[in-house]
């Protein structure tokens, strides 16, 4: 166990001696980062990925079309392989756009913006009418009485926590209100349930999401949608002056049985250890509002641009680096489960994993999941970093779908652009290719690519 130690200890060192100064590395990395910059191809794919494609809804038309578009652009890239993963994902539609509006009294009606939360049930043909009950979370709508909120709708209006600098943090702080506010609800007799959009900013675009029924029959389950977070300041301001006001919705959306789809993978067989694999990832689908230009095309081209990047500066990874393109994240996380469950059955040894969902905005940095041992090597390559303004290396989560990798022994690892934007758009009708700054969106492939570059050469 001492010379371990020892052995460790000198590794350790020996990284640091490296970060410290090496030529090689500088002059690779600012290679990466013109090439991105000047000969990029990160912001045309996803103009094409959003524009010509759009909104990318498991099971939907859409989402197969991105797939034929990816493994066709892979093959394009000249990679040793490239391949499609079959995958069954949940269809869930939305039909005819919803519609809301605010009842103060017979005839006088405010419409505002609402849209279905994915997976919910519709309304009757003729939609629902009801008095509403408005609560902040679970514990204050469990600390009414069953008469209190049976035959109503139940308006969850607890917003994300405006202080929190972290607005990853603040969203978890509110999203268990979308996801089982409609089960916490029908259990308690309502007829429908309103949920304030998961949003920092007031505006008028509703935010969808997935959400669950948890183990409630067909029969008990209730409609569920967004409302805006300006419609929930409205309603919340006139329930205030008239507990009695009544609330109008409509939506026809539908779940349907699974259909088949596929994660689309392609890889760069490693020069000296092939049986290790780098993978660099996001996911293909997105939610149907807008064209996921953030929610996640920004992380599909920025991985993609990865493996072209090495391509084009003529470096070979000692490792097989691989790209995936996972379905289903969204909805149901079916391409991750399937991808590690056939990774796992073939064996396969997952040294690093990358992904990049958080949006197309500046890189910060990454957060990371591994051993406090590897993290500190890690850390130690920030002089590296520090001519491209990239500072936070720090410990945390990776990503939804390269999670499913964690072992012990490998590296998980998030992009961590600036986040303050995000949830501007996440979900929503306005996450389109014009929220894209194409600057931005290069800097962080180039960042992502950097860092699997390291992870490489250095043999972590």
């Not at 009606?109 to 008095?131: F, H, Q, Y």
């Not at 000692?318 to 796992?344: D, H, I, P, Q």
């Not at 940095?365 to 993290?375: A, M, R």
């Not at 022994?409 to 194409?438: C, M, V, W």
Request: glycine fraction near 8%; charge should be negative.
């Amino acid at each position: 166990m001492k010379n371990m130690s020892i052995l460790f200890l000198m590794m350790f060192g020996l990284a640091q001696a490296q970060s410290q100064s090496n030529p090689k590395v500088d002059d690779k990395l600012k290679s990466i980062y013109s090439t991105a910059l000047l000969n990029g191809k990160s912001y045309s794919w996803l103009d094409h990925l959003s524009n010509q494609i759009g909104g990318r809804l498991s099971g939907s038309l859409n989402a197969q079309r991105a797939v034929d578009w990816g493994k066709a652009e892979l093959d394009a890239l000249g990679l040793d392989r490239v391949w499609l993963q079959p995958v069954m994902v949940p269809k869930w539609i939305r039909g005819t756009f919803e519609y809301a509006h605010i009842e103060t009294s017979p005839g006088k009606t405010i419409n505002v913006p609402i849209c279905a939360l994915g997976g919910s049930v519709a309304t009757p043909l003729t939609g629902i009418k009801a008095e509403v009950i408005e609560v902040k979370g679970f514990e204050e709508l469990n600390n009414l009485s069953r008469a209190e909120v049976e035959g109503k709708i139940v308006f969850f209006n607890r917003p994300m926590q405006a202080d929190l600098i972290n607005t990853f943090e603040a969203y978890s702080g509110c999203v268990d209100q979308r996801y089982s506010g409609a089960e916490q609800a029908a259990n308690m007799g309502a007829v429908a349930v309103l949920v304030r959009s998961v949003n920092l900013r007031l505006d008028d675009y509703p935010h969808t999401g997935s959400m669950s029924y948890g183990l409630l029959p067909f029969k008990k389950r209730i409609p569920a949608a967004a409302i805006s977070t300006n419609g929930a300041e409205l309603l919340s301001s006139m329930i205030s002056l008239n507990p009695n006001l009544r609330f109008y919705l409509k939506q026809n959306c539908k779940n349907l049985p699974d259909v088949q789809s596929y994660n689309v993978i392609g890889e760069i067989i490693g020069s000296e250890k092939p049986e290790e694999i780098m993978v660099v990832g996001g996911h293909l689908d997105s939610w149907d509002l807008g064209d996921g230009a953030h929610d996640d095309g920004a992380g599909v081209v920025q991985s993609m641009e990865v493996l072209r990047l090495f391509k084009e500066i003529n470096y070979n990874p000692k490792r097989t680096l691989r790209v995936v393109l996972f379905m289903n994240e969204e909805n149901g996380m079916r391409g991750a489960t399937k991808y590690a469950s056939v990774s796992k059955s073939k064996n396969e040894n997952h040294v690093f994993a990358l992904e990049s969902d958080s949006g197309g905005f500046t890189p910060r940095g990454f957060s990371i999941d591994t051993s406090p041992e590897k993290l500190k090597t890690i850390q130690s390559w920030e002089s590296y970093f520090e001519p491209y303004l990239i500072h936070l290396f720090v410990k945390g989560g990776s990503g939804a779908d390269v999670g499913h990798l964690k072992t012990d022994a490998n590296i998980l690892a998030g992009l961590k652009p600036d986040s303050q934007r995000y949830f501007d758009y996440h979900h929503a009708e306005n996450d389109t290719f014009d929220a894209i700054n194409k600057r931005e969106l290069e800097l962080g492939s180039a960042t992502m690519a950097s860092l699997v570059f390291l992870v490489d050469y250095f043999s972590l």
